[in-house]
């Protein structure tokens, strides 16, 4: 090593800490002058010797302002979402919930800030960050390491000689301050440019930027709260936090919560503490600290059963109703909105709020121009929950929900048992038809990236797609033959549209918007049926055996089916090569050694985590049930099984087998 790359070195390695202890610890050393000057050395000695340029370098934290196009990278290991409580009974019964998991054992929590902004995964290969990813829809997400580099408070190399993995990923939250948010928007202000409503949208936002060195000039910040990995040498949730500060991570403050009245209390201090913050808060995380019992704990098809987040008490604000206006649903349900004199809630700028349906108008007595109460249903949807009689003008007429279709004039009818009133014209009535154009290429469905609202309405408009059939009639020609339609766009469309012909089964009838048929719904009903034809012609009576089905469901489906004008466009998706049945290779995957068979499985196991073992029994043709009967088949313990449960099994004369025994059957 020469002399010029021992000194680049040694700049590189001053500025990190510099960097680590001016962003990090808020602790700066040196001035900004000193900073500086260290800077501007490494930059031209960089630029003098670039055979050894580092994309990590301190000085490639201004960004470039290269557009480049980000590409999606499928997560090692799922990002999920975390189930909400919102008040001490709830959180307590997700502690109960807990221990009855782990049969009985103790735990430990520890409770944490929950940071308001958007998810983030790094990756760490030998003390270098390669890789920065957002959350995406779970399973996926963009690949923007380029702009996360520039965030100061990131490590892109961490210190030589510390006791981290070789590999490991952190998961964040990428963040706006409050004081770069109020920059920024007086930016806006200033250029007449539209204001972001909150520091969580703006966030998203310049993460996104195709200009890096735009989202270095904006000022984002990022706090850690969680690692992964194999083999993490660490028993507890808090070591693994308290080791990422030693390698100069930034994370918020975690606290040991050993009974419920600890929670409570540091429930009540943060609700006013949080204010204070330098970052938007939404609310506290509550995580079980040890990591084995997390494993077995495992999750469900959302979020981990070891974690829960705790939502502060929404804000209510007291705004005038502007209007009403009635918005037609992909399904023909009619949707009362209410159309608000702007009113800052929650850090949001809310303008619209959904009345539902005509029972709860009636039930909140709401009348034109009248003051009304506004929350926001876990800090999220806004929600009129009251009206201030008191300040009605006199003469305002009661709100009237519409008697005919606000779009097609068609006379809506009422759904039976329930409060909606529907648009029965599902064929000529525009709402309808591209909300179930943008329905069916949405991310959990056909992922037809380039088609959402605007451009589902504008190729319906355009005449040139009236269902989602016709999508794959799409010419490159037709596209840019389009006013203002770049090629560019076109080509991507049409990139989407070929590649959801690789789309597994299950997505294709969640993207067919049969009603009440959701994503979990229509994975039941592939796993079980195998293909569309099926599907498309089994009797009510059959599908409603199928688990989790029900009559409601099963009678929809066939009802869905009966239409000419359904079967036409299920053939014509067929022709155009989407998957209509489960693959013969995943078919030769599965097996029916456990068919039939009802299982409940119970306690902490060590070679497998519980959810691991529940998709094995799936997989093998048996069905997990939460609770012993004389039905039960096999009870499948681990250890600290409840003796309550044991006994049971034991009346019952029910087989208990252990993870040797159940492995056994599978291999048999």
């Known amino acids: 090593m ?3 790359q021992m000194r680049i070195e040694e700049l590189r ?28 050395e490494l930059q031209d000695l960089e630029e003098s010797y670039p055979q050894y340029g580092d994309p990590l370098s301190p000085t490639q934290r201004v960004g470039s302002d ?9 997560h090692e290991r799922p990002m999920m979402s975390l189930a909400n409580s919102y008040n001490i009974d709830e959180v307590q019964d997700f502690l109960r919930r807990a221990q009855d998991g782990l049969g009985g054992e103790a735990c430990e929590i520890v409770g944490e800030m929950k940071y308001d902004g958007t998810s983030i995964s790094v990756t760490y290969e030998n003390g270098r960050m390669v890789r920065a990813v957002t959350r995406g829809d779970g399973t996926q997400g963009d690949d923007v390491t380029n702009n996360v580099i520039t965030i100061k408070s990131v490590p892109l190399q961490l210190p030589e000689g510390l006791d981290y993995p070789e590999k490991f990923e952190v998961r964040g939250e990428i963040l706006l301050p409050w004081a770069s948010f109020e920059r920024l ?4 202000q200033f250029n007449e440019e539209p204001l972001f409503a909150n520091p969580r949208n703006a966030a998203a936002g310049t993460l996104k930027l195709q200009n890096s060195a735009e989202v270095a000039r904006r000022g984002l910040d990022a706090y850690f709260y969680f690692m992964l990995g194999d083999n993490l040498p660490f028993e507890t949730h808090y070591e693994s936090i308290e080791a990422l500060k030693r390698w100069g991570f930034k994370t918020g403050e975690l606290t040991v919560l050993n009974s419920i009245d600890l929670v409570k209390d540091f429930i009540d201090h943060w609700d006013v503490e949080r204010k204070k913050l330098p970052v938007a808060t939404d609310g506290l995380v509550f995580k079980i600290n040890s990591l084995r019992q997390q494993l077995n704990l495992g999750a469900t098809a959302k979020s981990p059963r070891w974690a829960i987040a705790y939502k502060f ?12 206006s009635f918005e037609v649903g ?20 809310v303008k619209r709020a959904s009345l539902h349906n005509e029972d709860i108008i009636r039930s909140l007595d709401i009348h034109d121009g009248d003051m009304v109460y506004v929350e926001k249903a876990g800090e999220i949807i806004p929600q009129i929950v009251g009206v201030d009689a008191k300040q009605r003008r006199e003469g305002a007429q009661p709100i009237v929900f519409k008697k005919n279709c606000p779009v097609c004039g068609t006379p809506l009818v009422r759904v039976e048992g329930e409060a909606a009133w529907v648009c029965p014209n599902k064929w000529t009535c525009p709402p309808q038809i591209y909300g179930r154009i943008e329905h069916f290429v949405g991310r959990h469905m056909m992922n037809i990236d380039g088609i959402g609202e605007e451009m589902a309405i504008r190729l319906y408009n355009e005449d040139l797609v009236h269902d989602v059939a016709d999508l794959y009639d799409l010419t490159f020609q037709q596209l840019v033959s389009l006013d203002r339609f770049q090629e560019k766009m076109a080509n991507r469309i049409l990139r989407g549209i070929e590649e959801s012909k690789q789309v597994p089964f299950y997505r294709v009838i969640f993207a067919l918007s049969i009603p009440f048929v959701g994503e979990a719904t229509a994975k039941m009903l592939a796993n079980h049926l195998h293909n569309i034809d099926n599907l498309m012609t089994a009797p009510a009576d059959q599908l409603a055996t199928i688990p989790e089905i029900g009559a409601k469901i099963a009678e929809s489906i066939v009802e869905f089916f009966a239409v000419d004008k359904n079967r036409e466009i299920v053939e014509r998706l067929r022709a155009a090569g989407l998957q209509m049945a489960i693959s013969e290779e995943e078919l030769a995957s ?16 060590t070679r497998h985590s519980r959810e691991e ?3 094995m029994i799936e997989k093998n043709g048996g069905k997990n049930v939460g609770s012993i009967s004389g039905a039960t088949d096999y009870v499948f313990a681990g250890a600290n099984m409840g003796p309550a449960k044991l006994e049971k099994a034991r009346k019952l004369g029910i087989p208990i087998i252990g993870e040797d025994d159940f492995l056994a059957l599978l291999e048999e």
């Open 2 to 4: 020469d002399m010029f």
């Open 13 to 40: 390695k001053q500025l990190n800490e510099h960097n680590y202890n001016y962003y990090v610890l808020n602790n700066p050393t040196i001035s900004d002058q000193e900073f500086d000057a260290l800077m501007r």
């Open 66 to 74: 290269i557009n480049k196009a980000f590409k999606q990278v499928t």
């Open 185 to 188: 928007n007086q930016e806006r």
């Open 313 to 324: 008490a929404p804000e209510r604000e007291c705004t005038k109703l502007e209007s009403v």
């Open 330 to 349: 992909r399904s023909g349900v009619i949707t009362p909105v209410a159309n608000l004199d702007p009113v800052l809630l929650s850090g949001t700028i």
């Open 590 to 605: 599965r097996s029916d050694k456990l068919a039939g068979k009802k299982i409940v499985i119970s306690g902490v196991f």
């Open 613 to 615: 073992y529940k998709a």
